[in-house]
């Protein structure tokens, strides 16, 4: 079994060993299933080839602008698909807790439209793509609605002081619930990841300074940064990860609880801003290679969703200049070509 907390160097002891390790939610109430989940054996050979062809690759590097994250092991590798029929194909080190960090946006961006509706969201944040850096605050300046989109880190601040609450901890704890119910376990904070975000983020607190001068931010600012380092510090593994991603592909349902997590009108439009803005600066290029929404976080972690499919997600700590994860987007990149996951491909819907 390789679903453990075990090393790579424990996983390189023998080839003859790789073996996808799969496992379901006692408490499946899919009523639906989807006619376009992948084939399991597929899935497995995919993610088995994936994890050995990019398991040495070394390059990259942990972000540092947060101490904490500076200290993960670099090595650490873990792969996870869950298919909206709950199929689950996990490898490496996929019980490891890393920071959901930036993938935490989405599940904001879903709560916000659920509380408010798309409508209001979109016309207070918006959702073009900046071009620029994830922490970027020229783009503030220069993006006609300021907040830019709910994925970087002004419109993410903007989206987390949309969320409705008497006071910080109810919408902390509203947060936290809803990203508990995507992943159909209870999620909780890693308290050192969020002290060491907190020391540091003076970043953030001038992007909600600089959103409030345009009035463009819809609690106290820095209350609103608070709720948001927080949201960024919550522990996820990479099973737990795939299996929010898996709700966004099932239609707004967690596939092992049944539960309506997320509105079904509402998947579209997070998707889609996913596909524009989910790896920063670097979605454009990752739309045209790979063709999935998807959304990474500085923590290591990119999840990909393949409508009606399923979700793939990889941890892996070192990113590229962008801040996305090396390995996670050669992994995805791969296994969703051996899937036909690609969306704008015609064989994505069986036209050879
Ligand atoms: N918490 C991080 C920050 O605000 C999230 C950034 C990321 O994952 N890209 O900088």
């Known amino acids: 079994m390789f679903n453990t907390h075990n090393r790579p160097r424990i996983m390189l002891a023998t080839a003859c060993l790789l073996v996808a390790s799969i496992g379901s939610l006692p408490s499946v109430a899919q009523t639906k299933r989807s006619p376009v989940a992948p084939n399991r054996e597929r899935v497995e050979a995919a993610v088995r080839e994936a994890y050995e062809k990019f398991r040495s690759d070394t390059n990259g590097k942990n972000a540092d602008y947060i101490p904490y994250l500076a200290q993960v092991d670099s090595k650490m590798f873990g792969i996870a698909v869950v298919t909206t029929d709950n199929q689950v194909v996990t490898l490496g080190d ?77 919408k902390w704890n509203k947060i936290l619930d809803f990203y508990s119910r995507a992943a159909g376990e209870k999620l909780v904070l890693i308290d050192e990841v969020y002290k060491s975000e907190a020391a540091t983020n003076t970043g953030n607190k001038a992007l909600s300074y600089l959103l409030a001068k345009y009035d463009r931010i819809y609690a106290d600012p820095f209350e609103s940064v608070d709720i948001y380092t927080k949201q960024c510090s919550v522990g996820v593994n990479a099973t737990q990860l795939a299996r929010m991603g898996a709700t966004l592909a099932n239609n707004g ?100």
């Open 253 to 352: 349902i967690n596939p092992a609880t049944g539960e309506q997590v997320i509105k079904s009108e509402d998947i579209p439009h997070i998707l889609s801003t996913m596909t524009m803005a989910g790896l920063y600066d670097g979605s454009g290029g990752w739309a045209w290679r790979v063709g999935l929404p998807a959304k990474s976080g500085v923590g290591g972690g990119i999840v990909a969703i393949a409508p009606g499919k399923g979700a793939i997600a990889v941890f892996a700590p070192p990113l590229d200049e962008a801040g996305n994860s090396v390995k996670a987007q050669e992994v995805i990149d791969y296994v969703a070509q051996q899937l036909n996951y690609n969306l704008y491909s015609p064989s994505s819907v069986g036209l050879k």
């Open 94 to 170: 996929v019980n490891y807790s890393f920071s959901i960090q930036s993938i935490s946006k989405v599940f904001t961006l879903a709560l916000a439209m659920g509380e408010l509706g798309p409508d209001k969201v979109f016309e207070k944040i918006g959702s073009e793509p900046t071009g620029r850096p994830f922490n970027s605050p020229l783009a503030v300046v220069d993006m006609p609605t300021h907040t830019g989109n709910p994925l970087v880190n002004a419109g993410a601040i903007a989206t987390t002081s949309l969320i409705p609450g008497r006071n910080a901890a109810e």
